[in-house]
């Protein structure tokens, strides 16, 4: 049987750099090489979907084909591949222990004390293998920026799937920003070291990385 190949889909230093572009442009190539391919998104927030919050603050809701109020960013992925988002295809904190309490209350986990490590990381993994069977790729957006809090679970969820399957179906998109600062007439790659160390530390290591810059970078600045 065919075994899905995974690529999650990063991003450091500040938020609102593009991932959900990323991610479906990465889908659209593969798409145009033959892959059967599936994007999902998975956000650190507490909410258990984002249809109550203000979109002001978060965008515009999407609402899938089998009535989910998800992310916005479900809208790109659908739009630049052409498959049809569900319900399944996002997943949020609030939806995670949402259902990890229900199954605590039901007695599911037999009275053991349920803990981030290993009950909610599995849970964010059942969702990204969750219907993986005959696609070539599932790449998956993680929400927010390397160093949040509320992101640790899922850095570790997929630090999980890294090691079991190995690097020959997993990898790892990291999109940064790299600063210019107009008075020093500068690059700045020290917010970018310092989210690539915290990928490094927690046992990322094969990273292909994506950069948001002003201007063009020299031999020296790709070196760092």
């Not at 990465?26 to 798409?31: C, D, M, N, T, W």
């Amino acid at each position: 049987m065919k075994e899905a190949k995974f690529i999650f889909v990063t991003g450091g230093v500040v938020s609102s750099l593009g991932k959900g572009l990323v991610a479906s442009s990465v889908g659209a190539l593969l798409q145009a090489y033959g892959f059967k391919i599936r994007i999902r998104k998975l956000d650190p927030y507490l909410n258990i979907d984002p249809g109550t919050m203000s979109p002001t603050q978060h965008g515009e809701v999407f609402v899938t084909e089998d009535g989910a109020e998800t992310d916005l960013d479900l809208g790109h992925y659908e739009r630049f591949t052409g498959i049809k988002a569900t319900k399944d295809d996002n997943i949020t904190t609030g939806k995670i222990y949402h259902e990890l309490l229900k199954k605590e209350r039901r007695g599911d986990y037999l009275g053991k004390t349920v803990q981030v490590i290993p009950h909610v990381t599995d849970l964010i993994k059942s969702f990204i293998f969750n219907g993986t069977e005959g696609l070539d790729f599932v790449i998956c957006e993680i929400g927010g920026t390397v160093g949040d809090i509320e992101s640790q679970p899922f850095l570790e969820a997929i630090r999980q799937v890294n090691y079991t399957l190995g690097k020959q179906r997993v990898i790892l998109i990291h999109l940064t920003l790299i600063p210019y600062l107009t008075a020093a007439q500068e690059l700045k790659t020290k917010p970018t070291q310092h989210s690539v160390r915290e990928l490094n530390s927690a046992g990322y290591n094969q990273i292909l990385y994506y950069a948001a810059v002003r201007k063009k970078f020299s031999i020296i600045k790709e070196r760092k």
